[in-house]
């Protein structure tokens, strides 16, 4: 097999997000790499400067995975993203960042599929929100609907006050829950006000515990 360059593999990893996502692959210091989506484009440039404030300069200056918005104060945009850095052999040698468009100001609903059209629900009334049988299920107190979007996108997209990602397969609003229950193996099982009962994995327990303070 012939070797494959690094832009080459990136361009093909770059088509499975959706065209909601920017790529951006920096060294240490500049952007080697940038693939700009459809909704949003900070206009990075290879070359350009890893700017400070910038949720890959906090990525680098950490060395650990951050998740966050960033205002428009630094490229113009405000967005949504996610840097994760990588090492080699235990050195620092840059980080990849997925870019997610902000919401648009006064947009505070989810506008989810029902059997006859489509409701808009306010933030404030979405309990928790599932992913099973390749849909994204999003439910209220007497109603559930599904929406387009996936779990990954909506974790960017809702407050982040409110709802946390708890599981894979779920994202909860802390408003709605009920009481908190322990699991097997570190786990927690959330008991809801409507009633449902939503797991939280181990993978993410330990950062539910911190942000919820218990």
Known sequence: ????????????????????????VSNTEEYIYYRPSK???????????????????????????VSEFIDR????????????????EGQLEGC????FPALTEGKSVVTVKSPDGWIPIPFSQVMYLEAKEKKTYVYTEGF????????????????????????RSFIVNVNHIREIYPDTHSTFMLS???????SVSQTYSSYFRKLLGF
């Open 1 to 24: 097999m012939e070797s494959i360059t690094v832009v080459s593999l990136l361009d093909v990893i770059g088509e499975l997000f959706s065209d909601e996502i920017s790529i951006a």
């Open 192 to 198: 809801m006000k409507n009633g449902a009962q939503v």
């Open 144 to 167: 559930s609907g599904t929406h387009k979007y996936s779990l990954q996108e909506f974790e960017y997209l809702l407050p982040k006050e409110s709802f946390i990602r708890c599981h």
């Open 96 to 99: 990849v960042t997925a870019i």
């Open 73 to 88: 104060d630094i490229f113009g945009v405000p967005y949504h993203g996610m840097a994760v850095p990588f090492l080699h």
């Open 39 to 65: 909704r949003i484009d900070l206009k990075i440039k290879p070359g350009d400067p890893v700017k400070n404030g910038t949720i890959a300069h906090k990525a680098l200056v950490t060395k650990q995975k």
